[in-house]
Each structure stands twice: as structure tokens, then as C-alpha cells.
Nanobody
């Protein structure tokens, strides 16, 4: 059974930074992508960043590009992170980590592409 568990959320002041972590278990696909998706209140899920297993290629959405960094743990490829800096109240949302196997050249740039999801973790940014 595949499980993804997020940690690292919470309340942050505007201008601050945080690092979200995701531990993936039961996921054996060697070719895969893992990513982060958020959902603001009343809005659709938005893919934020993804990292590919083949070459650690990364992708970022325009809403966080330049102030975020997605990475895998150096010792355990089933742990990955999202660091976001310069947070604003607009970053307040539920954040999910997600994963999927890749058989071809699937682009992991939309929330709907992911197969497996964590339960989500709340991030609240106050001004």
C-alpha cells in the first residue's frame, strides 16, 4: 500500500520561510515523479513543483518559481522536500505531496497527473 505523509506545515509570518517534508512508503516505481500541490480555500488544486526520478529534473509553477526549491533526500529517495521562502498570505493553503509512476514522458505539471496523495498539511501565513 502506497502512503505519503507530509510534515512541516503550520503558521508562519509573511516574509518567512518553511520546509515541507514528504515520506513515501510502499511506492516501488523506479521511474516516477513526485511533487507538491496546494489548494487554497474555495479554489482548485494547483500543482506547485515536481521532481523526476530519471535525472532529478525539476519543474515549478509560476506562483512559486524563484522562491521555492524541491529536492529529494540525499540518503533516501523516498523522502522529498519543498522549501518556500518569502511567504505571503496568498500562500495560505492545504499542501499535499503526491507521486506517480512514469511509463513514458508524462509531464508532472498538473495536479490531475498524480496517482498517489498524502492527506495534506495546512500552511497559514499571517501578515
Amino acid at each position: 500500500q502506497v502512503q505519503l505523509v507530509e510534515s512541516g506545515g503550520g503558521s508562519v509570518q509573511a516574509g518567512g520561510s518553511l520546509t515541507l517534508s514528504c515520506v513515501v512508503s510502499g511506492f516501488t516505481a523506479r521511474r516516477n515523479c513526485m511533487g507538491w500541490v496546494r489548494q487554497r480555500s474555495g479554489q482548485q488544486r494547483e500543482a506547485l513543483a515536481s521532481i523526476y526520478s530519471t535525472d532529478d529534473f525539476t519543474w515549478y509553477s509560476g506562483s512559486i518559481q524563484g522562491r521555492a526549491y524541491i529536492s529529494r533526500d540525499t540518503t533516501d529517495k523516498n523522502i522529498f522536500y519543498l522549501q518556500i521562502r518569502n511567504l505571503t498570505p496568498e500562500d495560505t493553503a492545504m499542501y499535499y505531496c503526491a507521486a506517480r509512476s512514469r511509463t513514458g514522458y508524462e509531464a508532472c505539471t498538473t495536479s490531475g497527473i498524480f496517482t498517489y496523495w498524502g492527506q495534506g498539511i495546512q500552511v497559514s501565513v499571517s501578515s
